[in-house]
C-alpha cells in the first residue's frame, strides 16, 4: 500500500478558459467566468451562469472529432477535450495498456441532447439513433472510443462530489496495484434540467455566487470538464511528475438528500480522514480549495467544518467556483486541477465576490492571487446525498 | 483480492426474497418486460418515509434491509451501489416537466429523487451510516465497478463488510423508446426465452443487494474471487484473449471452472459471441447455465446473476430451468459468470466455493 501515486498530465475546460494556461490568465487577472445564458432558451435567463464560451461546432474542432458529429453531446465533447490535454504528453502504447484505466464521472450525462429530442421522440422515431448517448455512460465511452482505452472503464455518479470521488477511484487503483496509469475527471454540460432543479430548489444566486460572504444568495451553476493523468511513482517518467496525490477520503454524512448539516459533521470527517491518509497535520495544509457553493447552507456548514478542522490557524483558502461556477460533475475534477496548479506554480487562488465574512464565522477567504509556499492543498467536494469527498495534492 | 457473499437480498421478477434459496415456483409471463415482485414495503420501511418514496428507492432500502437483517453487521463499513440507469423514473418526470410544462416545474421532488446516487444515499440515511458511499452509473459496468470497489476496500482494510448492490428499473417510457431500436423482442414467454431465434430480447429490472465479508461465517454462501471488465471488443478473438487472461490471473483454467453462467438473453444476433464460446472455447465438460430468462436484461443483471451463482454454491445443486447443456460436475467449486451488453461492455465475475 505503499506505493505514491502521481500527477503527470492535467486537462481542464470551463467558463474561464479552454485549457490550464487561459485558466490560469483569467485567475490572475481576476476575471469570472459567470454572466448570461446564451446556450439555450430558457424562462431563467436572467439568472448568472458559468457558461464554456464555446459553441458546440468549435468544441467539435476543438476535439478534433470529424465523424459522426452530430452524436457528440456537450458533455462528452467537454470531456474529450480535458482528457486529450491530460493525456498529451504521454505515449499511445501506454494509454491503450491493460494496466492503464478511464474513470470519469457526471451527474447528468447526456442530458443536453436528452432534452432536445425527447419530446420528439415520444411522438415517433425521427430522432432514435440519439437515445444511445443520453445516459451517464456514454461521455467516457465516447473518451474511451477517442483514445482506444478498453480496460477499466467506469463512470462515477455522487452528484457534486462525483469527478472528487474518480479522482480517489483512480489513486486507489494504483494504489493497489489494479492499474501503472489511470485518466481519471469528470465532464458536465449546462442543461435545462439542471437549471430549473437548481432554481426549484431556490438555491440558485440571481447574480452570481459569492462565495463564504454574508450576503450570499446562492450557487451558480457552470459547465466544465477536467482530467488528471494519475500513475504509480514508479513507472512514471520522472520529468512529467507535477505533485503527488497524498491524501483522499469520502464519507457520508447521512443527514439529508439535499442539505448539509449546520456544523458540517460531514465535512470534518472527510477532510480528518484524507488527512490521516496523507499523513499530515491540518498545520500541513497551505490552501484549501473549498466546495464553497455560495449557498446559506454549504458554505456555513463547510465554513464551521474548516474551523473545526484548523482553527485557530486557518491556512488560505478560497471557492473558484466564483470564477468558474459549480460545474456539478465537473467540479472535483476542475478544482483537483486547480489544486496541481496552486502547487506546480506555488500560489493560492482567491474568491471573487467577497466583502464580508459570515457573522457566525470569523473566516475570510483569499481575495487576491497570492504567491506562497504551497506544499500542501486540500480540495474538498460536497454533494447531494450527503457525499463529501476530501482530496490532498503534495509537492514532489 | 477477494471476499465472502455473507448474506443477500434481492428483490427481482422471480420470487427470490424471502428464503435463500432458488424459488420453488417460478414466474413465467407473456410479456416483453419482466416487472419486480415487491414485498410489503411496510414490513421494512419506515411507513412516514414510504410516502411519496419513488419505488427504486423503496426496492433499495427493502432489499438492502433484507440483506442486513440476515448479515453478521447490522451496519456495513461501506455502501457502494451499481446501477446503469438510476432513478430513471424520477429522471423522466422532472424532465418531462420542463420539456412539456415550459419550465414551470410543479414539484422539485422528481428532480431530488432523479439524483444517480439517491439508492446508496438513502440507504445511508436509513442505517446512519456515515463511511464510504459511492455510486457507479456506467450500463454493463456498473455493477461490476461497484464489486471491484468493495473487493478493494476489503483488500485495504478500509471494510471489514461492504454492502454492495446492483439496482435498475424498467419504466415505460425506456420500454417504448428503444423498442425503436429493436431491443425488444415481441411479447413472449420469458421461461421460453430461447425457443424463439429472433432479434432482440426482454426487458428486466431489479435489486439485488450483498453484505461481502473479509471472513467467512457459518451462512458463508460463496467466495467472490475476481471481477474484470473490458469495452468495444472487436471480435470472438478478443473476448477469448480477454477471459485467458482474466483466468491466468486468477490462477485457474478453463478446465477447474465447475459452471459457467452465460448472459444469453434470447436475441440471435448478440447471443452468437456466448454460442461461439459456448463450442469453441469453453470445456464441454463444464456446466453451462443461463438466467436472464428469469429477470430480463437490465444494466446490473449481473447482480441478479451473482445471486444465482451464489446460491448454486451454496446448495451445491443447479437448477434445470438454468441449464444449457447436459455436463455434470460432482462438486460446483467453482463458477464463472461471462456478460456482455450489446457487445460493448464485457464483464467476468469469478467465484469459488469458501473453503
Same mark, same amino acid.
Given at each position: ?9 492535467? +486537462?481542464?475546460?470551463?467558463?474561464? +478558459? ?23 432558451? %430558457? ?19 476543438? *476535439? ?6 452530430? @452524436? ?14 491530460? *493525456? ?20 447528468? +450525462? ?36 477517442? @483514445? ?44 435545462? @434540467? ?110 464551521? /467544518?474548516?474551523?473545526?478542522? @484548523? ?36 500560489? /493560492? ?44 495534492? %503534495?509537492?514532489? | ?16 426474497? $424471502? #428464503? ?45 434491509? &433484507? ?15 451499481? =446501477? ?50 459511492? =455510486? ?48 425488444? $423482442? ?49 471480435? =470472438? ?5 480477454? &477471459?485467458?487472461?482474466?483466468?491466468? #490471473? ?10 459457467? &453462467?452465460? #448472459? ?46 451464489? &446460491?448454486?454454491? $451454496? ?41
Amino acid at each position: 500500500m505503499s506505493r505514491k501515486v502521481v500527477v503527470t498530465g492535467i +486537462g481542464i475546460i470551463s467558463a474561464i +478558459g479552454n485549457n490550464a494556461d487561459e485558466t490560469l490568465a483569467s485567475i490572475y487577472s481576476l476575471k469570472s467566468g459567470i454572466g448570461r445564458l446564451s446556450l439555450f432558451e %430558457s424562462i431563467h435567463n436572467n439568472i448568472s451562469v458559468a457558461e464554456v464560451k464555446v459553441s458546440n461546432d468549435q468544441l467539435l474542432n476543438l *476535439a478534433g472529432i470529424t465523424t459522426e458529429k452530430e @452524436f457528440y453531446t456537450r458533455t462528452a465533447l467537454l470531456g474529450i477535450i480535458a482528457a486529450r490535454q491530460a *493525456a498529451s504528453n504521454t505515449e499511445h502504447s501506454k494509454l491503450i495498456d491493460a494496466r492503464t484505466g478511464l474513470i470519469s464521472a457526471t451527474t447528468v +450525462g447526456g442530458m443536453d441532447l436528452n432534452e432536445q429530442y425527447y419530446k420528439s421522440l415520444l411522438e415517433n422515431d425521427t430522432y432514435k439513433e440519439y437515445l444511445g448517448v443520453f445516459d451517464s455512460a456514454d461521455s467516457a465511452e465516447k473518451i474511451a472510443r477517442y @483514445f482506444g482505452i478498453k480496460h477499466h472503464i467506469t463512470t462515477i455518479s455522487t452528484a457534486c462530489s462525483s469527478s472528487a470521488n474518480s479522482v480517489m477511484l483512480g489513486a486507489r487503483l494504483i494504489r493497489n496495484n489494479q492499474l501503472d496509469m489511470v485518466l481519471v475527471g469528470g465532464t458536465d454540460s449546462l442543461t435545462k @434540467f439542471t437549471l430549473n432543479g437548481f432554481f426549484a430548489l431556490e438555491i440558485l444566486s440571481p447574480t452570481g455566487c459569492r462565495p463564504f460572504d454574508q450576503n450570499r444568495n446562492g450557487l451558480t451553476i457552470g459547465e466544465g470538464a477536467a482530467f488528471l493523468l494519475l500513475e504509480g511513482e514508479d513507472v512514471a517518467d520522472q520529468d512529467k511528475i507535477i505533485c503527488e496525490l497524498s491524501g483522499y477520503a469520502n464519507t457520508n454524512e447521512a443527514f439529508h438528500q439535499t442539505a448539509s448539516s449546520s456544523d458540517g459533521y460531514g465535512a470534518v470527517m472527510a477532510m480528518k480522514k484524507a488527512l490521516k491518509v496523507s499523513g499530515l497535520q491540518p498545520s500541513d495544509i497551505n490552501y484549501v480549495n473549498a466546495h464553497g457553493t455560495g449557498t446559506v447552507v454549504n458554505d456555513l456548514s463547510e465554513g464551521r /467544518a474548516i474551523e473545526t478542522i @484548523f482553527a485557530p490557524a486557518i491556512p488560505k483558502f478560497s471557492s473558484t467556483k466564483s470564477f468558474t461556477g459549480h460545474t456539478l460533475g465537473a467540479a472535483g475534477a476542475i478544482e483537483a486541477v486547480l489544486s496541481v496548479l496552486a502547487i506546480k506554480y506555488q500560489v /493560492a487562488f482567491p474568491n471573487l465576490n467577497f466583502n464580508q465574512p459570515m457573522n457566525e464565522l470569523s473566516l475570510k477567504p483569499q481575495i487576491e492571487v497570492t504567491n506562497a509556499n504551497i506544499n500542501h492543498v486540500m480540495s474538498n467536494s460536497f454533494g447531494f446525498g450527503g457525499s463529501n469527498t476530501s482530496l490532498i495534492f %503534495s509537492k514532489v | 483480492m477477494h471476499s465472502y457473499i455473507t448474506s443477500i437480498g434481492n428483490i427481482s421478477p422471480q420470487n427470490t426474497l $424471502k #428464503g435463500v434459496g432458488f424459488p420453488d415456483e417460478l414466474i413465467s409471463r407473456e410479456s416483453n418486460c419482466l416487472a419486480c415482485i415487491e414485498p410489503d414495503y411496510r414490513e421494512l420501511i419506515n411507513p412516514v418515509q414510504l410516502r411519496r418514496m419513488p419505488r427504486i428507492l423503496k426496492m433499495a432500502l427493502a432489499s438492502s434491509q &433484507i440483506c442486513i437483517n440476515q448479515s453478521p453487521v447490522s451496519n456495513p463499513d461501506a455502501i457502494v451501489v451499481g =446501477t446503469g440507469l438510476g432513478c430513471l423514473e424520477n429522471l423522466e418526470k422532472f424532465l418531462l416537466s420542463v420539456l412539456k410544462d415550459n419550465e414551470h416545474i410543479l414539484s422539485v421532488l422528481p428532480f431530488i429523487n432523479s439524483t444517480h446516487n439517491a439508492v446508496a444515499a438513502q440507504i445511508a440515511m436509513m442505517l446512519k451510516n456515515y463511511n464510504y458511499n459511492i =455510486t457507479y452509473c456506467h450500463r454493463g459496468f456498473s455493477f461490476e465497478s461497484a464489486l471491484l470497489d468493495a473487493l478493494m476496500l476489503i483488500d485495504e482494510k478500509e471494510a471489514e463488510h461492504v454492502l454492495v448492490g446492483g439496482i435498475d428499473e424498467c419504466t415505460p417510457n425506456f420500454i417504448f423508446l428503444h423498442n425503436y431500436l429493436g431491443y425488444w $423482442k415481441q411479447p413472449v414467454d420469458n421461461l421460453q426465452l430461447l425457443k424463439y431465434k429472433t432479434s432482440g430480447t426482454i426487458a428486466g429490472e431489479g435489486s439485488a443487494f450483498f453484505m461481502l465479508s473479509a471472513k467467512p461465517c457459518d451462512q458463508t454462501y460463496a467466495r467472490i474471487d475476481a471481477v474484470s471488465t473490458c469495452f468495444n471488443l472487436a471480435n =470472438t478473438d478478443e473476448v477469448e484473449s480477454e &477471459i485467458d487472461t482474466f483466468l491466468r #490471473g486468477a490462477q485457474i483454467s478453463k478446465q477447474d471452472i465447475d459452471l459457467v &453462467i452465460f #448472459g444469453i438473453n434470447g436475441d440471435i444476433y448478440y447471443d452468437k459471441t456466448y454460442y461461439h464460446l459456448q463450442k469453441s472455447y469453453f470445456d464441454a465438460s463444464s456446466m453451462y447455465g443461463y438466467y436472464k430468462h428469469l429477470c430480463g436484461e437490465y444494466y446490473t443483471s449481473t447482480a441478479f446473476a451473482l445471486w444465482l451463482a451464489a &446460491i448454486i454454491i $451454496k446448495s451445491q445443486s443447479v437448477p434445470a430451468v438454468v441449464r444449457l447443456n447436459s455436463a455434470n460436475r460432482q462438486a460446483i467449486k467453482r463458477v464463472l459468470i461471462y456478460n456482455h451488453i450489446r457487445n460493448m461492455e464485457h464483464s467476468m465475475i469469478l467465484l469459488s466455493m469458501p473453503e
